[in-house]
């Protein structure tokens, strides 16, 4: 059984979804693929797991960096769950590039070359947004595309860390905005 709670950020409303196992699900509100893997049968009710994020989001809004975990259930092929690993190692504040994840995907796999594209597409399809820093993933030229919050959430929430903005734009036109 899945359940639901809501959250209301500095950042607008953000839906909260577990199980018995973790956190299953992070949405802004209206983000694209918003509660895409939610389970038709759910139950909104607090449970201790939410508790725990809300705090751990308190901290995170107030500008800080958590210093605890909030267990995670992620579903996804092997090698989504792979990307998302990497993600997750990105430091609080710092981003990495498609082109550097696909690098370290590659490596881990014994490949001598990985999709940067293939990286891009689990990136976008992580349901756990922020717990699973997928706004800290920027084009191999700077460019801040691909966030399904949207640009202007990616851009607050790389403030927020107070991430080197100097060489970051949002790109004029593309597919990814």
Known sequence: MQYIHSYCSPMGDILLAA???????????????????????????????????????????????????????????????????????????????YGEIARKMAAQRGEMRMSAQAVGGAVSHNEVSILIPCHRVVGTNGSLTGYAGGIDKKIQLLRLEKADMKSLFVPKKGTAL
């Open 19 to 97: 199980d018995d196992a973790g956190l299953t699900g992070l949405w802004f509100e209206g983000q694209k693929y918003f509660a895409r893997t939610l389970d038709k049968e759910h139950e909104k009710r607090e449970i201790p797991l939410f508790e725990k994020t809300k705090q751990w989001l308190d901290i995170y809004f107030s500008g800080k960096e958590p210093d605890f975990t909030v267990p995670l259930h992620v579903t996804g092929t092997a090698f989504q769950k792979q990307v998302w690993e990497i993600l997750r190692s990105i430091p609080y504040g710092q981003t990495m590039t």
